[in-house]
């Protein structure tokens, strides 16, 4: 019960935050470019939207499975959660600036670039803390896990935070190439499975 | 449990959305014309506000519909409701850019409801994609379809993505007429069950 | 089940379009008036909030004890409910409307007034379309409803309805003072149960 | 069933107002200053936006806590829970004033910051409110709390009621001065139990 509240929130709050991804769609409007100029130049909006999109999505997902193995909640775990969704509920931000300077050009679009990386970094330490909340004390979790899953999970999540870690770098070199990175972090978490759902499976 | 929270989730996204909807409904406010001038020259977001808004409560309604015959979540479901929902979500891009460009008149309008047609066809591919996934596989739904209601579905969600593609096309001609073959599609839904409605009225 | 994704689904709309009332808050901010200058001027925006907030919210709690009495879910009253949330929706847009002109004064005040009692009477005539669906048979709820219940809720029901109309009409007169009629319906039904909670209540 | 949408609407308004803090992270975007100066000089914006995220969810989670304890659902609950609601949603209000304010300097950023401790105060004195409604009356809770626990919380309501009024006094003093007792709160909240839960767990 306490946990279904829990999710109920996180869900909201990952609905919205995902839905306001798309305030940073809108165009000028009549008056300005021409409208397909305007969409033109606006690829990195529509690019990053997408990236963004299935990068909450994704998370979302881990989210859900991560939590239905949770057998209690605590202070921590609540603490670590509302960390983890002041992440999430930054990404629009990240986005869209991001999108803008690397649109504008200049050397600002590093910056922003790496701005993004380290809103995404900050998601991913959130998420591995929250991982390791769970897997400290067997209590707090329906079943516990085997030190080999454990093991391949660090391995896991420590790449996770070891790519957007790398994508800050990057950026400061060259900012689509972070944005590119980002991209293939989403893509691979769409089609693979999070270790801990791969652990439940392993469990079941 | 694993469907509840998929549903939750996908509940708040289309919540938002259809809620940003009433973004686009905001005048200039004093200073400018009349106020009265002014919603006469807004008519074009009033009537996409409504069509939008039926728009995206039928689709919830059928999504709903829809999902409660699923037996199971896997991370190609998972996948391709995002990918809905991301269409979903830019719907109240689509129907703003749209009414701004039908108000301003001159060529850009044409681009203007194409988009917006184009976003609404993304919906209908994606929702087309959820239900074939559930018909490739029996163990997916609660009670398999008959061969037939799956023809008869396939008829129907084809008529769906051709009348949508068919409206990016009339956009190109005429913008509000591409408004209008869209309107006819939300009335139509909200008068008709879908396909997959029909089938577990058949099954049941 | 059906039943509890509609409600949740609007209870998320109801969720999002309260939550959209704060947006009209803002003042311009530093560099213009002092603040308390800003604020004063605003008080309309500050007044509507209070006021539509209350509407909203006691809206929603009548749409949860309506709601509760249903024993099905079809497609007319996913219709009607789609309606009644359009008209929810909307209610941002009044109140901040609405309050723009109050501040600025001049004739268009009385318009706007009008707008935003417009949208009440709406939401009120949805309401009440959904509660005449429920009982044009007896099968739609959980329990009928005895004919003096329902004539009373008629009556009740009327007078809410007759009450916004009455609230555009005297816009046209005096702005503040439809605001002040809206006031005292919202603060009328904080305090009164809804026909159909009485009937509940009667029925239990 | 009916505490069920109490706190799923609940739930819903206070994820939709933490996410749209971060309406208020944007920055000016290319063609102003360099986005480094632009994300140093926002800094209140960004201090505030973390204080404000850990107090809505702070808050949201004693929400949970206090609301589990509930046997009736009566109201005057609503009522008084919808004016929690209204003084949350108001939050990124008071968040993003204070925040422009104290980064522009000048005389009004201690209204500014006494505006963000007001909400931050009627907020609490609601929250003070909800728990006495429930122990006005035994049958209001699933258990009846020890006279001993309702004295020790009512001290440390008290306590977090005179805190934020302080801080309003304190605003008027230094602005800064008032963010940091703002803070101090919503640390001591994310690390202390609320007396309710500890109430909670005396009679467990």
Redesign the interface.
């Known amino acids: 019960?306490?946990q279904a509240?829990?999710?109920?929130?996180s869900?909201?709050?990952?609905?919205?935050?995902?839905?306001?991804?798309?305030?940073d769609?809108?165009?000028a409007?009549?008056?300005h470019d021409?409208?397909?100029t305007q969409?033109g130049d606006r690829w990195p909006s529509y690019a990053a939207?997408?990236v963004s999109?299935?990068t909450i999505?994704?998370t979302?997902?881990n989210h859900?499975t991560l939590f239905?193995s949770f057998a209690i909640v605590d202070?921590m775990l609540?603490?670590l959660n509302?960390t983890l969704?002041?992440f999430i509920?930054?990404i629009?931000?990240g986005t869209?600036?991001m999108a803008?300077?690397l649109?504008?050009g200049?050397?600002?679009a590093h910056?922003?670039a790496a701005?993004y990386a380290a809103i995404l970094e900050g998601m991913a330490v959130s998420f591995s803390a929250i991982f390791f909340w769970s897997v400290r004390n067997d209590r707090r979790r329906h079943e516990p896990l085997q030190p080999d899953t454990v093991r391949s999970a660090l391995v896991r999540f420590g790449a996770g935070m070891f790519v957007y870690l790398a994508a800050i770098a990057i950026a400061f070199v060259s900012a689509p190439a972070a944005l590119v990175v980002i991209t293939v972090v989403a893509v691979y978490y769409?089609?693979e499975?999070t270790p801990t759902a791969d652990a439940q499976a392993t469990l079941k």
Do not use: C, Q
Request: glycine content about 8%; cysteine-free; proline content about 3%.
């Open positions: 019960m306490e509240r829990l999710e109920a929130f869900d909201g709050v990952f609905a919205v935050a995902i839905t306001l991804l798309a305030l769609l809108a165009v409007g009549p008056g021409s409208l397909a969409l939207y997408v999109f299935f999505g994704i979302w997902v859900h239905k202070r609540l603490f509302l969704l002041m509920v930054a629009p931000f869209a600036t803008a300077y649109r504008h200049g050397n600002d910056l922003a701005i769409v089609f499975h």
